[in-house]
């Protein structure tokens, strides 16, 4: 894709029209998060339920239509038999609630005593400040119930947006990429069909493999902890399966739910550690030898852009953003790499195991050897 060189612009005029056209776009994007979020979830989806909507069309004969319909059922169903497997773990985990009121009280008697001991504040101003606390907390419990059920209606207006984008994506994913060829010249319909196959192709591997790993890390956790006889070992090792998938952040949040559950059940000290050490083991396993293999093989971005990309995602999107990250950090170097005059970026981007080895001059400058 050839683009007008601008060899007669000066550097900083480049410079700035680089600097403008992040800074109107990073807006933009928040700007619009309520629409883009839906629609780029909505895309991976649809890029991943593509093969079965051409099945439906293809071999069983389904209107265009038929397909894109029964493709999103499928997959609602496959999320909602996810959503009520951890729904009936977590029905079960709050009928022993009445067991962690009482484990609660005896950790915070115990550590009263002990704050009593080190600190020497008795009993009675520690009493004093937790009433204070609590009454706080108790004023403050409308807005709080209000948050969570605008959070609650949100979430799932988010979920049925989502869907419905997805089947329009694939009712007319044609028309739109007649319309992505179109708004380039002839001479660059080769390109935009190859830049179309490669997002399509590494989306859907990056996804199957996240899927993949998943699973693996949710019924490994599931066994350990079956055979360490952690009680909800099933809801633990799900639960830290799904939170795997959000980087860097997820695995943490899921130790500590799983600490917290493991403890309120009134389980030992040292059955405590081993499932602290379970987790901490299968991330560190995940970290150096699934995700290279299963995903970070598909999508080829160096770590030090993967961690900007989910820093700036978390700031401009939250955990959604988080999520979104790579897949639009590696859609952005495949559209890089094609594109003439960009490729540089694209090198940027790009994990450094694929480069050519240098000349012996430019290996000592890069290695800094004398």
Request: aromatic residues 10%.
């Amino acid at each position: 894709m050839k683009l007008q060189p601008l060899t007669d612009t000066p550097f900083y005029t480049k410079l700035a029209m680089v600097l403008i056209s992040v800074i109107a776009l990073g807006f933009l994007a928040i700007l619009g998060k309520e629409v883009l979020s839906p629609l780029l979830f909505a895309m991976l989806l649809s890029i991943l339920l593509l093969p079965l909507a051409g099945f439906f069309e293809q071999r069983l004969k389904c209107r265009r239509s038929a397909a894109a319909g029964l493709s999103v059922i499928l997959m609602i169903v496959f999320l909602g038999g996810i959503l009520y497997l951890v729904g009936t773990q977590i029905a079960d985990l709050a009928t022993d609630w009445p067991q962690f009121k009482e484990q609660l009280a005896t950790s915070m008697n115990e550590f009263q005593h002990w704050i009593s001991s080190q600190f020497h504040i008795n009993m009675v101003k520690q009493m004093a400040y937790v009433n204070t606390a609590t009454s706080k907390l108790l004023t403050e419990s409308t807005s709080v119930i209000g948050a969570t059920v605008v959070s609650v209606s949100s979430m799932l207006l988010f979920l049925v947006f989502t869907m419905i984008n997805t089947f329009f994506l694939l009712f007319y994913r044609r028309h739109i990429v007649s319309f992505l060829v179109k708004i380039f010249k002839e001479d660059n319909e080769a390109i935009v069909y190859d830049v179309i196959a490669q997002v399509q192709y590494i989306i859907r591997k990056y996804i199957v493999g996240l899927l993949l790993e998943m699973s693996i890390v949710a019924v490994v956790l599931c066994v350990v902890f079956w055979l360490l006889d952690i009680k909800y070992a099933m809801l633990l090792g799900i639960i830290t399966g799904l939170f795997n998938i959000i980087p860097y952040i997820g695995i943490f949040t899921a130790l500590l739910f799983s600490v917290l559950v493991t403890f309120a059940t009134g389980a030992a000290t040292t059955k405590i550690l081993l499932v602290i050490a379970a987790v901490v083991i299968m991330h560190l396993i995940d970290s150096n030898i699934l995700l290279p293999a299963i995903v970070a093989s598909k999508v080829k971005i160096n770590g030090l852009i993967t961690l900007l990309g989910v820093i700036v995602g978390e700031m401009m999107w939250g955990i959604p953003g988080m999520f979104l990250s790579i897949p639009v950090i590696a859609i952005t170097k495949i559209i890089f790499d094609r594109v003439e005059g960009l490729q540089p970026w694209g090198h940027l981007l790009g994990d450094e195991k694929d480069e050519k080895q240098p000349p012996p001059l430019k290996q000592e400058i890069i290695e800094g050897n004398e």
